[in-house]
């Protein structure tokens, strides 16, 4: 028992003295050492800028919207908002990176280890070691950001707010930059790269939450406010007037007007929106084209249908065709199921044919 308090005497004995010594050299160190004072007043001359984080995080309650949703689709939406703010903050990273290189080339100057005190009595080996540990603990505890990034995490959540499924992507400068390039590509509030518009119509759409689906049912008592009919609310939708999320990717298709005047482009097809077109059309009336389709080479019909989906009930609408629009199609086409569907709902007030010499300009 003796034996054993002794040894533990003798361990406590040498840990400590082990700890003065350490505490020793590091003291001498610190103020003797002509490199690391050097060190010292030059992380005084360098500073950086702080990192400002515009990490994204959103919670879905919507398991349709959380797998439509991408991150990249949210991070578009808030870049519209916070564009300024990032592309301040990635410059400040990239000041920093710079900095920190010419930073790098003055630290790597000091590389021979000198004291401006005679180191009597010191185990010169022991010391020189120490040295360069503290050194490099110095010269590591300058860590400024020197990339820039932006994390997207999207949450999935119960109606009672549990979560239980989320995705997340980073998002380095480069691609950040792009985004905001394609989003400064519009003609006021029109976005002219159609990928971006159809992000922010999904994240747009995705404001209505399950939470608020069902408050409006219950505020309206379960009935459609434009049509008057009442359904279960698992049959209703709260939803734009063309569902974006049955498609929709237009900034005005959410939009009617009491009055339009059209002049679209004769004889253009519509091959290119073909699967769109044809994608939208499955959907009926939910749709623009549900009386039917014109040929593929014939567009105009379809700005025709575009225009009075958008009309109000009482709107007016003011649409320049070409005469195919009158005759073409047989019986049961397309075409003549366009021209039946706006006659027999009395949409058409008059007919107007312009004489090939009527002055235009």
């Not at 908002?81 to 100057?109: A, C, G, H, P, T």
């Not at 790269?193 to 069902?214: A, H, P, Q, T, Y």
Request: glycine residues 6%.
């Amino acid at each position: 028992m003796i034996g054993f308090i002794i040894s533990v005497i003798i361990i406590a004995v040498v840990i400590i003295t082990i700890f003065i010594v350490k505490a020793v050299y590091k003291s001498f160190v610190k103020n003797h050492s002509v490199r690391y004072k050097q060190l010292v007043e030059l992380n005084k001359k360098y500073t950086f800028y702080d990192f400002v984080s515009h990490d994204q995080e959103h919670v879905y309650d919507n398991k349709n919207f959380y797998n439509d949703i991408s991150e990249k689709d949210y991070l578009i939406y808030q870049l519209q908002f916070i564009q300024s703010d990032v592309i301040k903050q990635i410059n400040l990273m990239k000041f920093n990176n710079d900095y920190y290189l010419k930073y790098e080339k003055e630290v790597k100057l000091l590389n021979t280890i000198s004291y401006d005190k005679e180191p009597k009595g010191y185990i010169k080996g022991l010391l020189n070691h120490i040295e360069k540990k503290e050194f490099n603990k110095l010269f590591n505890s300058v860590d400024p950001c020197r990339n820039y990034s932006i994390d997207v995490t999207l949450y999935l959540s119960k109606i009672n707010d549990q979560i239980y499924a989320k995705k997340t992507k980073t998002f380095f400068s480069d691609e950040i930059l792009g985004l905001i390039k394609r989003l400064k590509n519009r003609n006021g509030n029109f976005f002219n790269d159609k990928g971006i518009w159809n992000s922010i119509c999904r994240v747009e759409r995705g404001k209505v939450s399950n939470k608020l689906r069902f408050a409006v049912y219950k505020r309206d008592g379960y009935r459609c406010r434009i049509c008057g009919k009442s359904q279960n609310s698992a049959f209703l939708e709260v939803d734009h007037i063309y569902p974006i999320a049955r498609g929709g990717n237009d900034q005005f298709k959410d939009t009617t007007f009491d009055y339009i005047i059209s002049n679209p482009p004769f004889g253009i097809d519509w091959k290119k929106e073909k699967d769109a077109v044809e994608k939208e059309a499955k959907y009926g009336f939910d749709g623009r084209f549900g009386p039917g389709l014109p040929s593929i080479s014939d567009g105009q019909l379809l700005f025709m249908l575009n225009g009075v989906k958008k009309l109000k009930k009482n709107g007016r609408m003011a649409i320049i065709q070409n005469g195919s629009s009158l005759f073409s199609g047989d019986a049961g086409s397309g075409p003549s199921e366009i021209r039946k569907y706006l006659i027999s709902e009395d949409m058409v007030e008059a007919i107007i044919r312009i004489h090939k010499r009527f002055p235009v300009s």
